[in-house]
C-alpha cells in the first residue's frame, strides 16, 4: 500500500516553454502533497504544500507564479514549471501524507532537463 | 524554522562493519523522525523511523536511537552490506502544513560506501 506515482518520469524541454509534473497516490487518498526539488548531490529542498482544495503553501524563495501547483482531487497534484529556463533543470519529486502522522511516501521522481 | 544538520557527509565502511550517522535538530517541537535510503536517481525509501515517544527503535540490522534533550538521534547499520551504499537522509517533522499534516526539513545527506 501507499504508492505514489509520478509522470513523466523524464522531461527535456527547449528554454521558455511550459512542464506540467503530475503526482497521484494510487492505493490511498493524500489529504497533502508536497513537492522537492533535488539538486545533484544535495538534499531534497521542499518547494511548497499542496493540500487539496486549497491554494498551496510555497516556501521563501519559491516563486509561486512560476511554479503552478494545483492539488484537485485527493489523488492528484500537479505541478507546472512555465517558462522554464535551464537553471529549473533539476530532480523534481513529489510525496503524499496519508494518515496525517508525519510519514511521508514519494513519488519516484520527474527528471527535467531545460535546454 | 527547523533545521537539521547532519554528519558525516561521507562514510565508508568495510563490509560486515557498522556504520553510524548522526543527526541534531533545532525545534523542540519536532516529534518524528524518519531515515531515508536513495540510490542514485530514484526516490527516498523510508528505511526506519522514530517518534519522541520512544528512545530507540530496531529493525533488524537497523536501527535508530533519539535524544531528546541534546536534540540528537542516530542511524545505525550493523553488518554492513554492499547493498547498503547509498546517501541516508534523516529529516524532522517541522511544523504543521494544514489538514493534519507535517512538513519534513531533510539533513544534507550522507553517501555511505560499503567496501566488499
Known amino acids: 500500500g501507499a504508492v505514489v506515482s509520478q509522470h513523466p518520469s523524464r522531461v527535456i524541454c527547449k528554454s521558455g516553454t511550459s512542464v506540467k509534473i503530475e503526482c497521484r497516490s494510487l492505493?490511498?487518498?493524500?489529504?497533502?502533497m508536497f513537492w522537492y526539488r533535488q539538486f545533484p548531490k544535495k538534499s531534497l529542498m521542499l518547494m511548497a504544500t499542496?493540500?487539496?482544495?486549497?491554494?498551496?503553501?510555497?516556501e521563501q524563495g519559491v516563486e509561486k507564479d512560476k511554479f503552478l501547483i494545483n492539488h484537485a482531487s485527493l489523488t492528484l497534484s500537479t505541478l507546472t514549471v512555465t517558462s522554464a529556463h535551464p537553471e529549473d533543470s533539476s530532480f523534481y519529486i513529489c510525496?503524499?501524507?496519508?494518515?496525517?502522522?508525519?510519514?511521508?511516501?514519494f513519488g519516484p521522481g520527474t527528471r527535467l532537463t531545460v535546454l | 524554522g527547523e533545521n537539521v544538520e547532519q554528519h558525516p557527509s561521507t562514510l565508508s565502511v568495510q563490509e560486515g562493519d557498522s556504520a553510524v550517522i548522526k543527526c541534531t535538530y533545532s525545534?523542540?517541537?519536532?516529534?518524528?523522525f524518519p531515515w531515508y535510503k536513495q540510490e542514485l536517481g530514484k526516490r527516498p525509501q523510508l528505511i526506519i523511523d522514530?517518534?519522541?515517544?520512544?528512545g530507540e527503535k530496531k529493525d533488524q540490522r537497523i536501527a535508530v536511537t533519539l535524544n531528546k534533550t541534546a536534540k540528537h538521534f542516530s542511524l545505525h547499520i550493523t553488518e554492513t552490506q554492499p547493498e547498503d551504499s547509498a546517501v541516508y537522509f534523516c529529516?524532522?517533522?517541522?511544523?504543521?502544513?494544514?489538514?493534519?499534516?507535517?512538513?519534513?526539513?531533510f539533513g544534507k545527506g550522507t553517501k555511505l560506501s560499503v567496501i566488499p
Open positions: 492505493d490511498f487518498q493524500a489529504t497533502t
Open positions: 499542496s493540500n487539496e482544495g486549497s491554494k498551496a503553501t510555497y
Open positions: 522514530i517518534r519522541s515517544n520512544v
Open positions: 525545534d523542540s517541537a519536532s516529534n518524528y
Open positions: 510525496s503524499a501524507d496519508s494518515d496525517r502522522m508525519g510519514e511521508q511516501f
Open positions: 529529516a524532522a517533522s517541522s511544523g504543521y502544513s494544514g489538514a493534519g499534516s507535517y512538513q519534513l526539513t
